[in-house]
């Protein structure tokens, strides 16, 4: 089957090229006429003398009519910022505009808002997304492979908005030195996404299929600039941090810990396209904890990366590799040990070449009186050359580096590790296929056979079609200490997965979309024993509210290759490795209109669990906007085993029953599109943990913010503290 594959893409990379899509949508962009101030006033010269992109598309309801609710852009510059205004027209019903808040990053589907998707390199694959909702709140984020946003970027701009009975109008100004571009390229790629919840309507500039997301490259339409746009000059910009904190760990009844640090990251613009980022001392006490989950499955949880150091072009490092066989992780640097500096050159050599080299060092840490971590070095280099219309080849090396290696101090750490590898990236210029072929080989102190993963995906999405293969061969000693794998030792098929949407032809329709699915996944060990085998059978819907429901049959087969705790509570009571369980369920997700004040969102699973058991999960969220200035949520999980047979030798078998619970409310206040406060309160059983984190934040200058955060931890039941801490940090963007 794998050379069946590898023999699909061969056949398509001779097919692969083609013409953009919405070549025919240009905008021809002209040096600013007259000085303009950001103040959501379109009243100056220069916006005046500027092309109108206008006509949009609607994508939903339907995608082959104009919007009701048009839009009108208008694009300008001068030697330091380009400057985007758009016209937002709207029903004149009194309605209010539909918001979460003015919280930064907003939801997009959530908000009535506009967004500016922008290609600089002009290759469907790697971009930039600028978005202002009604009430002001920003939102910026990073585009990979074509369509992936990663909106946990940031970075520095200013807009401004004014809401009237008829329109709303926003003014941005994007400075060249936030935007990385090839100097001399007089071509870019552009697009504009309007979310209009009132109504009902999402729309584009250029003409999108609503199969696909808004902010897709490979749809982009054309930014013509009369002549290349202004290199910045001296384009260094230095972020300091000045931090104050108490830290107190009760469990272990130790002094109090008083912090003060300093430290600051520093980004380099050696060209246009390519940015040194260097950083000494940081510190992450601001960044949002992670929103917590019940874990039921034999594996580790992945949980995104949302530090600023590691987030530019994170796409070359992170997007290695298919989920859940990612050969480099970031979260696997720095987290539980301080890093002392660190490095790191991304972005394009030329049109077609892009670079990620990294460097990371960290401190070595006590861990007992006997033992200890060491001081590490992380070391990562990527190359990947663009191909065809749209694809890419990728070569990785990795090292992490053990320093000064001592195997009795150092016990439970190696003193190397290493992986090189290779992958294919198949993006159609018409966005129908996209796949990839990827090959790794590790290596460690002790030699080893079988240690080299392989993987191949292949997707097809058009006319409604939505079709994937996937076929894994991870080797048993196949080892990458820097990513994040779930499995070693096996081989996968999950093919096919198939997914036919119903589109409605008339827009008075009430749904967007209705879809039957169905889907195989098969998992064999090394022996070729079926370890495995999961089918699935379903049914989802969407309304033109963005509302919808999953239903979905499962039937279940694992014969366990290792000892398994079914309640995942860390009882000693366990399945044995080998023992085989088959069991099925029914499964569902009803997610209510995001647009609407009131959420109540649903989902759940009802059946058979390991050891002949049964298991109810329940889930919950349900919340409440006080639009635009604050919103309090609650997600909500209950989890009921119960029945589990875990046979013990010669006694009658145990039964285990358990149930737990995980609440986790949530309040966000925005005292204005600069000042926010949000607590976050996690109550796990499962874990045994209660944990608050609260935040003050207070965005003084573009990009520079003054952070107190308060958190704590507490055992449930007796909420005996664990420990808790209390920061102050300032940050400042200083750009040089």
Known sequence: MKKLLF????????????????????????????????????????????????DFWLRIPIDTARAKNQTEVRLTYDDTYLYIAAICYKANDGKVATVESMKRDYVIPSNECFQVVIDPFNDLTNGFLFGVNAAGAQLEGLISEGQNSNLNWDNKWTSEVKYLTDRWVVEMAIPFKTLRYKKDVSTWGLNFTRNYPNQQEVSNWTKIGRQYFGISLAFTGVLAWDAPPPTPKGNISVIPYLLGGLDKNFQNNTDTKFRKDFGGDAKIALSSALNLDLTLNPDFSQVDVDRQVTNLSRFELFFPERRQFFLENADLFNNFGLDGLRPFFSRRIGLGVPITYGARLSGKLNNNLRIGAMNIQTASQDLTDSTKRPNQNFTALVLQQKVFKRSSVGLMFLNKESLNFNDKTNKGFTDFNRNIGIEYNLASGNNAWTGKAVVMKSFSPKKMDDEVLQAYNLNFIKSGWKISLQYENVGQNYNPEMGFILRRGYQRMAAPEILYQFFPKKASSKAVYKAPTASIDHYWNKNGELTDAVYTLGYETQAKSVSAFVLFLQSEFYKLQFDFDPSNEGISDVLKAGSEHHFNSINWIYRTSPRRKLINDFNGSIGGYYGNGKLINLGFNIGYRFQPFASISANINYVNISDVKIPVKNSPDKIVKTDFWLVSPKIDISFSNKLFWTTFMQYNEQIQNVNINSRVQWRYKPASDIFLVYSDNYLPGSLTIKNRSLVLKMTYWLNL
């Open 7 to 54: 023999i699909i893409f061969i056949l398509y990379f001779s097919t692969a090229k083609s013409q953009k899509i919405n070549e025919s949508y240009q905008f021809h962009i002209k040096p600013a006429t007259s000085k303009i101030n950001v103040d959501g006033v379109l009243d100056e010269e220069a916006w005046k003398n500027t092309e109108v992109a206008k």
